[in-house]
C-alpha cells in the first residue's frame, strides 16, 4: 500500500508531507479496545524523496496502556531533502543534496525512552553559500567533518520522557555533532 503523511507538529504548523509507498508489513496480537497486551509490528517501505526514494522500517512491540515500547527504527539512503523540516530549526540554512541513515533501538518503560542509536549522513551540501548552522552546529563545523570522508557518523542514546515537552532528539545529536 501507500500512505501520505501530512503532519502539521513542526515549527510554524505547516503541514509536511511524506510519502510511503511499497509498504507491507504486519500487525499482530492487536487485542481491541484496551489494548493492554503487546501489540507487535514489522513495517517495511520506501520514503519517498526529492532526489532519491530510501527504504524504512519499523519493527518491535508498543504496549500503550503501560507506556511501554520495544522498537527497532531504521531509514536507509532515505533523502535529506525531504526530511530537511524535521532535520532543520527554524532560520538555518536549507539541505539541497545529502543522504541520511539512521539506527534506533528504542526501549520506552513507564514513559522513560531509553534509544541507542547510530546517524549517518553522507553527500550533505547546503542550499545557501555562507554562514548559518545545522541541527544546531555552525556550518563551517559540518562542512569540516564532512571533508574527512565525505560522510559523518554519529553514535547517540536518546534518552528522556515521553511526556516532556523539552524531550528532543536534536539536542543530544547537536552535542555530539559539536
Keep these: 500500500m501507500a500512505v501520505d503523511l501530512y503532519d502539521a507538529t513542526g515549527p510554524g504548523g505547516k503541514p509536511q508531507h511524506l510519502r510511503f509507498e511499497?509498504?507491507?508489513?504486519?500487525?499482530?496480537?492487536l487485542v481491541l479496545p484496551r489494548l493492554a497486551q503487546p501489540v507487535v509490528l514489522d513495517l517495511q517501505g520506501v520514503l519517498k524523496g526529492v532526489e532519491r526514494d530510501g527504504r524504512v522500517s519499523l519493527k518491535g512491540s508498543v504496549t500503550p496502556p503501560a507506556h511501554a515500547a520495544n522498537l527497532a527504527v531504521r531509514l536507509e539512503g532515505v533523502d535529506m531533502v525531504a526530511?530537511?523540516?524535521?532535520?532543520?530549526r527554524l532560520g538555518e540554512r536549507s539541505v539541497r543534496h545529502g543522504r541520511l541513515d539512521l539506527a534506533i533501538d528504542a526501549g520506552v518503560v513507564d514513559r522513560r525512552v531509553?534509544?541507542?542509536?547510530?546517524?549517518?549522513?553522507?553527500?550533505?551540501e547546503f542550499g545557501e553559500a555562507e554562514g548559518g548552522t545545522f541541527g544546531g552546529v555552525g556550518r563551517r563545523a559540518v562542512l569540516a567533518a564532512l571533508k574527512r570522508d565525505g560522510r559523518i557518523a554519529l553514535k547517540f542514546t536518546l534518552e528522556g520522557r515521553t511526556d516532556d515537552p523539552k524531550f528532543s532528539l536534536d539536542e543530544s545529536l547537536t552535542l555530539r555533532l559539536a
Design 114 to 124: 531509553r534509544a541507542p542509536g547510530q546517524l549517518t549522513i553522507t553527500g550533505l
Design 83 to 88: 526530511l530537511q523540516p524535521y532535520l532543520l
Design 22 to 29: 511499497q509498504v507491507q508489513g504486519t500487525v499482530a496480537a
